[in-house]
Every structure is written in C-alpha cells, then in structure tokens.
C-alpha cells in the first residue's frame, strides 16, 4: 500500500513549533477530561448572551440578498464603524482625528493582532510587551519574527523606568500593551502611569498598540482615559477592541483604531488574508447594537461580572489567604494573578490540582516570553468569567487543599 504524503519537509519551523499546544489550551482540556472545576477560561458565559435580541437584529437580514455577495466597503460595513466612532466619541475613548475612515472591522481581536503584526513586524526586530502578557499576542508576534522582550510591570502595570532601560538599549518597533484589567495579570494602569509611559514612548519615538477589550468591564469605577484619546493628535496609538466580551465571542467582530498613515498598508495586508468582510454579521451586529440599549447592556455585565469577582475574592480570603497565598484585587475584566512562593514548578502543580482536586488553573509561566517564562513559575492565573460564588468556594476550596498536599 502507498503510503500517503506526510509534508514532514514541507512543514515551516513556525508550522512545527505550532503544534505544541498552549499550557492554556492544555489545562482546558485537562479540565474537561477530569470534569474538574475549571478556574481557566478566559470567556462570556452562554447564560449572559443577549439571544432573544440577537435573533430579533438578524431575522430581517435575509431580505436583501445583495449581502450575500462580497462586500463593497474594504473597512467593513459603515454603519457598524460609524456607531462604533459614535461610541468611542461619547465614552472619551477617542480623540477627534477618529472618524469611520480609521475603524476597521476585523474577525475578532485576533485578527486586528495579527494585521498589526503582518504591517509593523520584520523578521529580527524587538517588540516590547508587558511581562507578563497574553499568550496568543506572543505567538502571533514570534510567527512573523518578531524578538518580544517582556518590560517588568509592577501592580500599575509596565513600570516607566524599565520601560525606558530598554529603549535605551536597542531600537524597537512598537509596544504592546492591555492597559485595562490585563489578561493575565488584572492589572489596570491608572492614568499618571499612562501619561508617564506615553512620554516616554513619544520622547523616544516608538508607537504603542493598546488592546483594550475589557474596557467597559470595570466593576468599582471608570477605566481611565485609553492611550488613544490621550495621545490626541500625535497619532502613535493603535488602537483595538471587540464585541466578544459585551455580546458574545462566536460573533468573531472587533475593531481596530488605525491612524491614517498606514491606513493603505494595513489594508493591503487585510485583503490578502480575506477578501472581503462578513457582511451578514456586521450588519446583524449592527441592528442589535442600534436597537439594545448599549448603557444598560453594559450595567447588566458589570452587575454580572462584580457577583463572581466578589465571590471569588471572599473564596480565596477565606482558603488560600491563610496558606501565605497572595492574589490581587482586579477592578474589572475577568482574571486574578496568584504567586505561591513555596511552589517552584506550577505547571506541575496544575496538573496534580486538575488531576487530584478537579481544579483548573492556568500555570503563570503560559504569559511570558520564551527567555523570561522562568518569571511564572511560582505564578498563576484564575478566571472568574464563567465562575458562579458557589461554585468559587468549592474551586478554591479543592485548590487550597491541592497547595496543602503537594509535594507530600
């Protein structure tokens, strides 16, 4: 028998390395094989998507057929980028220069990092990003050459001084930040910080990408000012962010703030990866949106979102707080970052809380640049997302026992 074509030499390097799963996509897996109380999710919930209203906006968009063909606009439909500038607007999230020209409809965040990367990234060059960082960023960043090199961060986030070492030391192309309720870590960086690191990167002339997908999930009080609307007209920010977190992830829309100097660039990239946009979506997006009471939407989330984050901080006061266990307070998103200082390997403490707890975590080191993952190995990462209190108490409740038999 013949046997079939492997492509074990065609494979790229990136193709190769590819395959190894993420420690995220890892401990997901294992949770679900385990049926354990999964803590690692970082995603909505199905109980919070708005359905009833979701199969109201798309009912009537059938009628026009023409939106069954490719879609005109190269930015993707312009009534979705015009309330989206609309909001931006109204929420301070955006200076003046922002009109629906600079709105562009990407396929999830994902694919607004992966665009940035493909304009901005050349084999070889340095990017910086905070340490630590989202795993999928660093990957997407890695595919298209980049050399990321994590800046330390304190509970502000990126701290200014480190930040400028390394400016100092070598040319760099961009950085990248979540500057709201970081994922992993929680953090959020208030507003001198942010002038702080903005004058830093416009005195050495480096641009920055926020990715801002939690903004609107603040739970105590207002995200501060983004580094879009900050920096004004100096025009070095990029700016993205996503409808996956405020309506639902399957919609797969997000956006990205693209200054007009590489407007054309960025474009010519967006259309060699896909032709043309959804347009059934953006448009069934857009008649939820223009119809939903966006204020209330978002009160509705936060009121959601505050009951598990409240649950899961009385949780790990009440069980991990007494082992010398130190966790942070996030004011928003949907994570909080755990150091164990007694716990040198975490990867391998997750496996035996999965395995002999049934709890999920995400070990720290998952976050971190390949050179610098040895910064997580006593870190981790929990998710409140999907995490009702009742379900935290008993999830911390087995991770505690877990730190209190490992290693025995």
């Known amino acids: 028998m013949t046997e079939p074509f492997s492509f074990k030499y065609q494979l790229s390097t990136m193709a190769k390395e590819r395959l190894d799963p993420s420690e995220i996509g890892v401990m997901i897996k294992l949770s679900i094989e385990h049926k354990a109380i999964s803590?690692?999710?970082?995603?909505?919930?199905?109980?919070i998507y708005p359905i009833d209203d979701l199969k109201k906006a798309f009912a009537p968009i059938f009628d026009d057929p023409s939106l069954l063909a490719y879609a005109k606009e190269d930015f993707g439909l312009m009534e979705l980028r015009e309330w989206i500038t609309r909001r931006m607007r109204a929420d301070g999230m955006a200076p003046d220069w922002v009109t629906s020209r600079n709105i562009l409809l990407t396929n999830g965040a994902g694919e607004a990092i992966e665009l940035v990367a493909e304009t901005l990234i050349d084999p070889g060059?340095?990017?910086?990003?905070?340490?630590?960082?989202?795993?999928?960023?660093?990957?997407?960043?890695?595919k298209q050459g980049a050399n990321c090199?994590?800046?330390?961060?304190?509970?502000?986030?990126?701290?200014?001084?480190?930040?400028?070492?390394?400016?100092?030391?070598?040319?760099?192309?961009?950085?990248?930040?979540?500057?709201?309720?970081?994922?992993?870590?929680?953090?959020?960086?208030?507003?001198?910080?942010?002038?702080?690191?903005?004058?830093?990167?416009?005195?050495?002339?480096?641009?920055?990408?926020e990715d801002d997908p939690y903004h609107y999930l603040s739970y105590d009080e207002e995200a501060p000012a983004t580094y879009l609307s900050l920096a004004g007209d100096d025009r070095r920010v990029l700016h993205s962010?996503?409808?996956s977190k405020l309506v639902a992830p399957g919609m797969r829309c997000g956006w990205l703030v693209v200054p007009d100097a590489i407007i054309p660039h960025l474009n010519a990239f967006r259309i060699s990866a896909g032709l043309t946009r959804p347009a059934i979506l953006q448009l069934g997006l857009f008649n939820y949106l223009n119809n939903a009471d966006f204020g209330e939407r978002v009160g509705f989330l936060r009121d959601t979102y505050r009951v598990r984050r409240d649950g899961m901080v009385r949780?790990?006061?009440?069980?991990?707080?007494?082992?010398?266990?130190?966790?942070?307070?996030?004011?928003?998103?949907?994570?909080?970052?755990?150091?164990?200082?007694?716990?040198?390997?975490?990867?391998?403490?997750?496996?035996?809380?999965?395995?002999?707890?049934?709890?999920?975590?995400?070990?720290?080191?998952?976050?971190?640049?390949?050179?610098?993952?040895?910064?997580?190995?006593?870190?981790?990462?929990?998710?409140?997302?999907?995490?009702?209190?009742?379900?935290?108490?008993e999830g911390i409740k087995r991770l505690a026992e877990a730190f209190r038999e490992y290693g025995k």
């Open 125 to 142: 060059c340095t990017v910086l990003v905070e340490a630590p960082t989202f795993t999928e960023t660093l990957l997407t960043f890695r």
């Open 315 to 393: 949780a790990i006061e009440k069980h991990l707080k007494p082992l010398g266990i130190k966790t942070n307070y996030p004011k928003g998103g949907f994570f909080l970052w755990g150091e164990a200082r007694g716990v040198d390997d975490m990867t391998a403490f997750a496996r035996f809380a999965v395995e002999k707890k049934k709890v999920g975590i995400i070990p720290g080191s998952a976050f971190y640049t390949i050179d610098e993952a040895k910064n997580g190995h006593d870190a981790f990462r929990i998710s409140f997302a999907k995490v009702d209190p009742e379900t935290a108490e």
């Open 39 to 47: 803590l690692t999710a970082g995603e909505p919930s199905a109980d």
């Open 241 to 243: 962010n996503s409808f």
């Open 149 to 209: 090199v994590g800046v330390p961060s304190d509970d502000d986030g990126i701290i200014p001084e480190e930040f400028e070492r390394l400016l100092k030391s070598r040319s760099v192309r961009f950085l990248y930040t979540i500057p709201n309720f970081q994922n992993p870590s929680g953090r959020t960086s208030p507003l001198e910080r942010r002038k702080e690191i903005l004058a830093i990167a416009a005195k050495y002339d480096v641009p920055i990408f």
